[in-house]
């Protein structure tokens, strides 16, 4: 069971810290799972509502392609597939039909944006003239600021014409189409990325974006790569995943009597993970005026767009945090009181933010020295009660003024008791008495 650092509630709080000789254990910044689909429903079902949606029709789409797209599932299902990684894949089919060619184009758009961090797929592609299946990221922003000031990085598009070679391709104003920025990768020995899976990756940080296969980078694009007078759109920018097998066109040219009449695109998974976020800064460790305490405080990184979980928080009595280190996770507060320290003894911290998105780097260290004595002002004398005080605060003076009121009316009944023929209070019981409520009119109920 985790012990928890507490949130500092004020300045008389007394928050403990039980230390504990924790081993000494770095935290590794450690990119986080944030988004995937293993495409592993039944057979013929079709890829999850929750995460995909379509792009349908025929109008082109920019390039001349010959293909309409559809949200049937002809073009677009899970199947069974035991080269996949768990035995179930996603088909994205391209139907010829006496020469109408229907497939299927997936997207998150709306439902999901990556941003920093690894975008990977474990996708078998086709082998065909005129194919053209396609792995690729498209700014959110489209809508707003068109393209290609969206900004459109392609992870993987291979040419069913010759698919053993690979294409990574970064887009943005003054860099789109022919001109985009992009780098190759082609398969030694002739093998062919549609003889079997392979993982295709950008790793996305800002100012900064890396392609790769199965692991080995291939393709590198940061600002100073761009073409002069031109801008970076990637910062900050999210942008939606889309899967697609186009066919013709102007980058795939034209299919031909060699082409397959049906080819099916396999996606076993699409995964992303985050990037850690910067470290936090401004670490104070300040004398409480508890003794033995100390308050704490930093300032939170910039999360680049991932979503704080909370703070990492390590101790120990050297600044090589190989002595009595104490280790732990905290919440989203970035102030606390650090308690049952030793008196004098100094206390060296660093601290990391745990995001969505992964662990960021420590601080830089951080300390202070724990004050032997208690400074906390004498508290305020107690004022001098005017009359003897009552219990329960505030009520008390009403059950007072109770019992006063009791008392009297004591005092009365005992008086008329002594004289029920002076009375039309509560003594008329041996005939009718007839008195009025003063200032109502109305006789009361007869006893
Ligand atoms: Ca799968």
């Known amino acids: 069971m985790k012990t928890r650092f507490q949130p500092l509630q004020g300045p008389g709080a007394l928050l403990c810290l039980i230390i504990l000789l924790a081993a000494a254990r770095l935290e590794a910044a450690t990119p986080t799972l944030i988004w995937s689909d ?88 086709v082998n065909g003239n005129g194919l053209w299946p396609a792995f690729w ?104 995943i889309i899967l697609d097998l186009a066919v013709g066109g102007f980058f795939a040219d034209a299919p031909d009597s060699s082409t397959p009449l049906q080819a099916s695109y396999l996606v076993d998974y699409v995964r992303v993970y985050g990037l850690p976020s910067d470290a936090p800064t401004g670490g104070t460790a300040t004398p409480a005026m508890s003794a033995n305490q100390l308050n704490l405080s930093w300032t939170a990184p910039d999360l680049k767009g991932f979503a704080l979980t909370g703070y990492h928080l390590d101790r120990a009595t050297d600044s090589g945090f190989t002595q009595n280190l104490v280790q732990r996770d905290l919440g989203m507060a970035t102030m606390l009181t650090d308690s049952q320290l030793g008196g004098g003894a100094t206390y060296y911290y660093r601290v990391s933010a745990t995001t969505r998105g992964g662990t960021s780097d420590f601080s830089a260290v951080f300390s202070g020295t724990a004050p032997a004595t208690d400074t906390t002002p004498p508290p305020m004398p107690a004022p001098t009660p005017t009359h003897p005080p009552s219990q329960g605060g505030g009520g008390g003076g009403a059950v007072s003024l109770w019992f006063l009121a009791l008392l009297s009316l004591l005092s009365l009944v005992r008086r008329y008791s002594r004289h029920p023929r002076e009375s039309g209070f509560s003594v008329c019981q041996t005939k009718p008495c007839r008195r009025l409520v003063p200032g109502v009119g109305v006789e009361p109920t007869r006893l």
């Not at 039944?42 to 349908?56: E, F, G, I, R, V």
């Not at 229907?102 to 474990?122: C, M, V």
């Not at 950008?202 to 007078?229: E, F, Q, R």
């Open 38 to 125: 293993d495409f592993n429903q039944p057979d013929n079902s079709a890829p999850d509502p929750a995460k995909w949606t379509y792009d349908l029709g025929d109008n082109g789409w920019g390039n001349d392609e010959l293909e309409t797209y559809t949200d049937s599932r002809d073009n677009s299902y899970i199947t069974t597939d035991p080269a996949a990684t768990d035995g179930k894949a996603l088909v994205i089919r391209i139907i010829n039909a006496n020469g109408s060619y229907t497939s299927a184009r997936l997207k998150t758009q709306g439902l999901f944006n990556a941003s920093y961090g690894r975008i990977e797929a474990n996708l078998r592609v």
């Open 137 to 240: 990221l498209l700014g959110a922003d489209i809508g707003s600021v068109g393209w290609p000031a969206c900004g459109e990085i392609d992870v993987m598009e291979i040419l069913g014409k010759a698919p053993g070679k690979l294409y990574g391709t970064l887009h943005g104003p003054g860099y789109s189409g022919a001109n985009g920025i992009g780098n190759t990768f082609t398969l030694p020995d002739g093998a062919l990325f549609s003889d079997a899976y392979h993982v295709f990756a950008v790793d996305w940080s800002p100012n900064k974006i890396v392609w790769s296969v199965d692991g080995m980078v291939y393709h590198s694009v940061t600002p100073a790569d761009l073409p002069a007078g031109t801008a970076w759109v990637f910062n900050n920018s999210p942008a939606f």
